[in-house]
């Protein structure tokens, strides 16, 4: 049974940070893609970034290039993402997924993601 668990979200203030984890089971992680997703309050959900199966290539949505990074460990089958001088529009909910590249064609039914929001 695949089983993707989303963690690592809270409130955070403009300018600030967050790690999100993505603890994923029941199917052999290092061999797909994975990326990540977001959903916004009234929006449909959209891919965020996506890493390759031995970590070497990844890519990026242009609205969080440069402030986003995604990392996987594939020894623990954990999905990471870095999020740094986070805004506003990026509150969503966040989810992970394993993909087909360059993104966008996910495998899985979602899990419960995790709610990032970015306020003063």
């Known amino acids: 049974q695949v089983q993707l668990v989303e963690s690592g979200g809270g409130l955070v203030q403009p300018g600030g940070s967050l790690r999100l984890s993505c603890a994923a089971s029941?199917?052999?992680?290092?061999?797909?893609?994975m990326s990540w997703y977001r959903q916004a309050p009234g929006k449909e959900r959209e891919l965020v970034a996506v890493?390759?199966?031995?970590?070497?290539?990844?890519n990026y949505v242009d609205s969080v290039k440069g402030r986003f990074t995604i990392s996987r460990d594939n020894a623990k089958n954990t999905l990471y993402l870095q999020m740094n001088s986070l805004k506003p529009e990026d509150t969503a909910v966040y989810y992970c997924?394993?993909?087909?590249?360059?993104?966008?064609?996910?495998?899985?039914?979602w899990g419960q993601g995790t709610q990032v929001t970015v306020s003063s």
């Open positions: 029941g199917f052999a992680f290092r061999s797909y893609v």
């Open positions: 997924n394993a993909d087909r590249w360059p993104g966008g064609r996910y495998y899985f039914p």
């Open positions: 890493i390759s199966t031995p970590g070497g290539s990844t």
